[in-house]
T-cell receptor
C-alpha cells in the first residue's frame, strides 16, 4: 500500500492528554486501527473504527475520523507512564491486509 | 485461549542458513497472517491463509520465503539461505474471516542474521 503518515515522536506530561495523528491513503478502507507496541513486544490492538463512524470512545481512548481529509486521530486522556510506547495507525485494504504507518513514539514524563 | 503464539521468540543464525518460525493462531480463527517489521518501521504484510489455503503470497519478499499452513491450524514461515537484510521481527496475526475489526498479533519472532 501507499504511505500511511504519522508524526514520529510525541512527549507529554503524566496526567495530560495525548493526541496522535495519522493520515491514511485508501478511501475505501472499511476499518482503521490503532495498535500499541511496547519495546521488544508484538502489537496490541487498542481500538478500531468503522469507516462510517466519526468518533469512537473506549474508556480513556477517543478515536476521531475525518473521511474527507483521510485523517485519523487517537486521544489518550489522563496519560500515564505506562502508556509510553509506539503507536501505529493502520488501514485495512484488499479485505485482508493492513497497511501500517511508521509509528509514533509516545514518551510520558512524570 | 491465550492468544497468538509464536516460536521461537529469538533466533540468531549465520548467513546462508535456513530458519523456520512457527505460529499458533487463536484457536477459532481461520485466517492467519504473516508480517515483517524492521527497526523503525511499521509491520509490512507478507502473506495470509484462510484455513489451509494461501490466498495471497505475492508480497513475500523473495522466493527464499515460503509459508505453509497444512492443516489449517498452525503455520510455519521458512526463510532459506538467510541474508543479513532478513534481520527483522516476523509477526503472525490471526482473525476470523469477516471480522476484520479484530486482527490479533503475536509477540513476534526476532531474527538476527550474522
Amino acid at each position: 500500500g501507499e504511505d500511511v503518515e504519522q508524526s514520529l515522536f510525541l512527549s507529554v506530561r503524566e496526567g495530560d492528554s495525548s493526541v496522535i495523528n495519522c493520515t491514511y491513503t485508501d478511501s475505501s478502507s472499511t476499518y482503521l486501527y490503532w495498535y500499541k507496541q511496547e519495546p521488544g513486544a508484538g502489537l496490541q490492538l487498542l481500538t478500531y473504527i468503522f469507516s462510517n463512524m466519526d468518533m469512537k470512545q473506549d474508556q480513556r481512548l477517543t478515536v476521531l475520523l475525518n473521511k474527507k481529509d483521510k485523517h485519523l486521530s487517537l486521544r489518550i486522556a489522563d496519560t500515564q507512564t505506562g502508556d509510553s510506547a509506539i503507536y501505529f495507525c493502520a488501514e485495512g485494504y484488499s479485505g485482508y491486509a493492513l497497511n501500517f504507518g511508521k509509528g509514533t513514539s509516545l514518551l510520558v514524563t512524570p | 485461549d491465550t492468544g497468538v503464539s509464536q516460536d521461537p521468540r529469538h533466533k540468531i543464525t549465520k548467513r546462508g542458513q535456513n530458519v523456520t518460525f512457527r505460529c499458533d493462531p487463536i484457536s477459532e480463527h481461520n485466517r492467519l497472517y504473516w508480517y515483517r517489521q524492521t527497526l523503525g518501521q511499521g509491520p509490512e504484510f507478507l502473506t495470509y491463509f484462510q484455513n489451509e489455503a494461501q490466498l495471497e503470497k505475492s508480497r513475500l519478499l523473495s522466493d527464499r520465503f515460503s509459508a505453509e499452513r497444512p492443516k489449517g491450524s498452525f503455520s510455519t514461515l521458512e526463510i532459506q539461505r538467510t541474508e543479513q537484510g532478513d534481520s527483522a521481527m516476523y509477526l503472525c496475526a490471526s482473525s476470523l474471516e469477516g471480522s476484520l475489526n479484530t486482527i490479533y498479533f503475536g509477540e513476534g519472532s526476532w531474527l538476527t542474521v550474522v
